[in-house]
């Protein structure tokens, strides 16, 4: 891979793996029952 390609990798995997982090956090402090949504 030449250089630009590498940063188009790079930057769609950091984002893949930042949404499912923080898909994974959310969903662990919603079954904890740490989570507190505003009900309106």
């Known amino acids: ?6 940063l188009v ?3 769609i ?5 930042t949404i499912l ?3 994974l956090i959310y969903h662990g ?3 904890r029952g740490l989570h507190q949504r ?3």
């Not at 995997?13 to 793996?17: E, I, K, R």
């Open 13 to 17: 995997v950091s984002n893949l793996v």
């Open 21 to 23: 982090q923080q898909y």
């Open 1 to 6: 891979l030449w250089f630009p390609a590498g």
């Open 29 to 31: 402090l919603e079954k």
């Open 38 to 40: 505003e009900k309106k």
């Open 9 to 11: 990798l790079y930057y």
